[in-house]
């Protein structure tokens, strides 16, 4: 296991500028692709990754895990592979022989090189450029497997030290890579340590997407003790989603060193609002993070507290998880929610009820519903003068509650409901839009109700 982010160094966590509005990207052809925030399948069907890392470099012997892993019920693996540097490169074959197993297991195979983690602070951590060469060096195992494989180009490529020239260096190892012939999706890890406390992923998002020419590029978070809060979690992800830049937390674990990330929100707000997830790690821990470990010694029926709250628990794996459609899995086209969701064929929504002239106004959407659960999305979009903070009320008429919401601030008073905007949407151009959502409950009879917004 790696080095994480010190508590010092997690007092600078701040909240700055959103990140860049993006562009409908263009499609590679050959496998996944990415399209307004969200990843596709080769079938064209929306993949939301559920799934754990396994460190497959430092623990080759164990091949059976993939099985374990998929009998578990994960869509997906990370895979921990080295490029030589700072341990024994796993060499193409060996790549060619993991990409079996992910398939052979109708898993989706996130391959990363481990020996980037964190570059500028940790002894003998290589440059993404160098990582690049290995990719290329590999490329052979890669090529015609794009269906199958996301090249995710190196892990926690920068500590907390000299991490500036991130952006940069991210989209100068995307155009090499695309220069080289590939066409598979791309993810990039955040730096200091995968946890971005200094927003330098968040920030700079927008340009290292557009720097890929074929748009085809996820963002990974890691979130360990930086991410100790349900707020810090909703506000990172929230700004990627509202953006429209596809985000996935790439690690995370129910505990740290560093801190003790709140894993129930991590898992929750994915759910809710379509993020793939991997947790951190499925065994062989070390150096005093062994409470990550998944599993006991490999063994897929010695499942640890971590392992059981993962795979098993609300929001976890085993309920949530739906195998790639390439695969022959059947992927629904909105965000599955729990339990299975029906959605109507024409979801109800309520016109803006706010007259001409008036500061904004606001459009209520069933999106999803189930037996004794709904989930819906509310648009607000400002008039002819821009906002810098917003309102929406809206009385519900038949014992509807809400248990969640995200991209608002929700509070309800009996049937009384008032959303106001969070710190990275207050700001709402002239004709523009913002959207929040929410989960609640219903019982027999779910209204519409009428919506109006207000400038605040």
């Known amino acids: 296991m790696k080095k994480r982010l010190s508590l010092a160094a997690a007092a600078l966590l701040a909240l700055v500028?959103?990140?860049?509005?993006?562009?409908?990207?263009?499609?590679?052809?050959?496998?996944?692709?990415?399209?307004?925030?969200?990843?596709?399948?080769?079938?064209?069907?929306?993949?939301?990754?559920?799934?754990?890392?396994?460190?497959?470099?430092?623990?080759?012997?164990?091949?059976?895990?993939?099985?374990?892993?998929?009998?578990?019920?994960?869509?997906?693996?990370?895979?921990?592979?080295?490029?030589?540097?700072?341990?024994?490169?796993?060499?193409?074959?060996?790549?060619?022989?993991?990409?079996?197993?992910?398939?052979?297991?109708?898993?989706?195979?996130?391959?990363?090189?481990?020996?980037?983690?964190?570059?500028?602070?940790?002894?003998?951590?290589?440059?993404?450029?160098?990582?690049?060469?290995?990719?290329?060096?590999i490329q052979s195992a890669l090529t015609g497997e794009e269906k199958y494989v996301i090249v995710n180009i190196g892990n926690e490529p920068y500590g907390n030290q000299n991490y500036g020239s991130w952006a940069t260096d991210t989209g100068n190892a995307i155009k090499r890579l695309r220069t080289a012939g590939f066409q598979h999706t791309i993810m990039v890890?955040?730096?200091?340590?995968?946890?971005?406390?200094?927003?330098?992923?968040?920030?700079?998002?927008?340009?290292?997407?557009?720097?890929?020419?074929?748009?085809?590029?996820?963002?990974?978070?890691?979130?360990?003790?930086?991410?100790?809060?349900?707020?810090?979690?909703?506000?990172?992800?929230?700004?990627?989603?509202?953006?429209?830049?596809?985000?996935?937390?790439?690690?995370?674990?129910?505990?740290?060193?560093?801190?003790?990330?709140?894993?129930?929100?991590?898992?929750?707000?994915?759910?809710?609002?379509?993020?793939?997830?991997?947790?951190?790690?499925?065994?062989?821990?070390?150096?005093?993070?062994?409470?990550?470990?998944?599993?006991?010694?490999?063994?897929?029926?010695?499942?640890?507290?971590?392992?059981?709250?993962?795979f098993n628990g609300a929001n976890g794996i085993k309920q949530t998880a739906r195998e790639a459609s390439v695969y022959g899995g059947v992927t629904p086209t909105t965000p599955p929610t729990t339990p299975p969701t029906t959605p109507p064929t024409t979801p109800p929504t309520t016109p803006p009820t706010t007259p001409p002239g008036k500061p904004c106004t606001a459009t209520y959407s069933i999106i999803n519903s189930w037996q004794g659960g709904f989930q819906a999305d509310v648009k607000v979009t400002a008039g002819a003068q821009a906002l810098n903070g917003w309102a929406v009320n809206w009385t519900f008429a038949n014992g509807q509650s809400v248990s969640q919401s995200w991209n608002a601030n929700l509070t309800s008073s009996g049937a009384n409901v008032t959303a106001r905007n969070v710190d990275y949407n207050a700001a709402v151009g002239a004709g523009a839009s913002t959207t929040f959502g929410f989960i609640a409950s219903w019982n027999g009879t779910n209204a519409v109700p009428a919506v109006t917004c207000t400038a605040s």
């Open 17 to 137: 500028a959103a990140v860049f509005a993006v562009n409908t990207p263009a499609h590679a052809a050959a496998g996944f692709t990415v399209a307004n925030g969200k990843l596709y399948d080769a079938n064209g069907n929306e993949f939301i990754m559920r799934g754990v890392n396994h460190a497959h470099t430092w623990y080759p012997q164990h091949t059976s895990s993939f099985a374990s892993i998929k009998a578990l019920g994960a869509n997906t693996v990370r895979v921990v592979l080295a490029s030589g540097d700072r341990w024994t490169k796993n060499s193409a074959s060996d790549v060619a022989n993991v990409i079996s197993l992910c398939k052979t297991n109708k898993l989706i195979c996130v391959l990363e090189v481990h020996d980037t983690t964190g570059y500028g602070e940790q002894s003998g951590a290589i440059t993404l450029d160098r990582a690049v060469d290995y990719w290329i060096s």
């Open 189 to 310: 890890d955040a730096p200091n340590w995968g946890q971005d406390w200094s927003n330098t992923m968040r920030d700079n998002a927008g340009s290292v997407f557009n720097a890929d020419p074929n748009r085809n590029t996820v963002f990974s978070i890691h979130m360990y003790g930086v991410y100790n809060t349900a707020s810090k979690i909703s506000d990172y992800l929230g700004r990627f989603r509202s953006n429209n830049l596809p985000i996935v937390v790439g690690e995370f674990g129910h505990n740290h060193s560093d801190g003790d990330p709140d894993e129930d929100a991590i898992l929750s707000y994915s759910q809710a609002n379509g993020i793939g997830y991997l947790g951190w790690s499925w065994s062989g821990n070390g150096g005093g993070v062994e409470y990550l470990d998944m599993v006991t010694s490999f063994n897929p029926a010695s499942l640890t507290s971590w392992g059981q709250r993962i």
